[in-house]
């Protein structure tokens, strides 16, 4: 017998990856949303070429093919930023920032119901646990706009879930006994911890308060450690850290704005350019800042924002890697090493322990009561920070869920649950 399609969904709008689920015959199931895989990377390409707008690898394989537009990544980093009421040009046009993640989530929609056979009016979607730190007013405009935005683009009923709650209730799904666990999502803007009890039987009750003991988030992820990797290994050779004439060092911040991803257009205007030029003649090293001229002439910053990425995501199962980096120079390479990646992004692991601790200190939860980790999110695969979370925790059993998709799942559990 043919089920009607599900009008629930969960969505979970990443900073560096985007999923939709339903549920299908009682199980979560994540739809395919491009080229049959269940990520549509968080990714809009403005071709100026032939005008067209492409989302996902498809947009990011287009800018990297060198067609003239605009790239933008990172888009969830603008929600809770003060660039939101902002625009920004895109081939010669001012776009509101607010109207490109509307167009973004749009598109999620538009495939997803496409997939799904019918049309979807509810919607749970995944927040982290602060869009912003330590500014709640802030926190919650940036949940208004993703609620406002999910309404222009159709959805009719829209609540919001924790995304490290969804993947915990996707876990449950999964499991035969009880369990107290800590959630950690380690994703490409934020991560995000959940302290909860879980068993086949919690899950059956709609209100899930009185087994929720704890959550807490910093915005600390794998956008911030390709910042730091590019600052440490990169940018360098570009002139970051080098003297001018004067002996003064060069001004970091175009350097900061590239090794970021969503900002790395700010590089691209011509006072930027014509500023850089004059640096140039009063630079020690002047064939360094000439690369950094040749990357604006050539719009190149989200490619070496993505050899950088590349290089990161490489050492978590290398000790040593590899930047090409002919496109910029012919020849050019950098070697980088666990090592010096580990050195270069202790700070943002201390925070992130620091996190973890506040966590069970300001809940009272004893770090040996906590039976499992469940580890989820794409910078959970980064190996110091991996074990740095789990030397926290001492009798827990780590365990591994699908880090790109349990969340999503988990939100579609929730929405069925809610919108029933
Ligand atoms: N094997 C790996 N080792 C280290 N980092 C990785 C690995 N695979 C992916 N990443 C990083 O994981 C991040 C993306 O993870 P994920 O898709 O979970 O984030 P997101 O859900 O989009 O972000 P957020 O939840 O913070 O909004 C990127 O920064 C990516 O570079
Ligand atoms: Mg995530």
Request: charge should be negative; glycine fraction near 8%; aromatic fraction near 6%.
């Amino acid at each position: 017998m043919s089920h009607p399609a599900p009008r629930a969904c969960g969505i979970d709008f990443g900073t560096s990856n985007s999923t939709v689920a339903c549920m299908r015959a009682g199980a979560a199931t994540l739809l395919p949303l491009e080229d049959g895989r269940i990520t549509l990377p968080s990714v809009v390409f403005f071709n100026a070429e032939d005008d067209r707008t492409r989302f996902g690898r498809a947009g990011l394989n287009d800018y990297l093919a060198g067609y003239e537009g605009r790239l933008m990544r990172s888009l969830k980093s603008l929600l809770g930023s003060s660039l939101i009421d902002g625009s920004t040009e895109v081939n010669g046009r001012a776009l509101k920032f607010r109207e490109l993640l509307q167009q973004f989530i749009a598109e999620l929609r538009r495939r997803a119901t496409q997939e799904n056979g019918g049309d979807l009016e509810h919607v749970v979607i995944g927040r982290p646990v602060f869009f912003v730190d330590d500014d709640p007013v802030a926190d919650k405009q940036a949940e208004n706009t993703l609620a406002e935005i999910a309404r222009a683009v159709g959805f009719r009923d829209i609540s919001f879930q924790y995304e490290p709650i969804a993947a915990a209730f996707h876990y449950e799904t999964t499991i035969s006994d009880e369990q107290l666990v800590l959630v950690a999502d380690i994703g490409g803007g934020t991560s995000d911890f959940s302290v909860i009890r879980l068993s086949p039987t919690r899950a059956q009750h709609i209100d899930r308060q009185a087994d929720l003991l704890a959550n807490g988030g910093v915005h600390v992820g794998g956008t911030d450690f390709d910042r730091l990797l590019s600052l440490d290994s990169v940018m360098p050779l570009l002139g970051y850290r080098s003297r001018l004439k004067s002996s003064l060092e060069m001004p970091s911040n175009i350097f900061f704005n590239l090794a970021t991803w969503h900002t790395i257009n700010s590089a691209y205007t011509r006072q930027v350019y014509a500023e850089q030029r004059e640096l140039s003649l009063e630079a020690q090293e002047p064939d360094k800042v000439a690369r950094l001229l040749t990357l604006i002439d050539k719009r190149a910053g989200h490619w070496l924002a993505n050899e950088v990425e590349l290089g990161k995501i490489a050492l978590s199962d290398q000790e040593c890697a590899t930047l090409r980096l002919d496109y910029l120079q012919a020849g050019l390479a950098q070697g980088i090493t666990r090592r010096d990646f580990d050195a270069a992004t202790e700070p943002l692991v201390g925070r992130v322990e620091t996190t973890v601790n506040a966590l069970l200190r300001d809940a009272g939860i004893a770090a040996d009561a906590i039976d499992t980790i469940l580890f989820t999110g794409g910078s959970s695969g980064i190996p110091r920070l991996r074990e740095r979370i789990a030397a926290l925790l001492p009798q827990a059993r780590a365990v591994e869920c699908d880090p790109f998709g349990s969340i999503g799942a988990g939100l579609a559990v929730e929405a069925a649950r809610r919108y029933r």
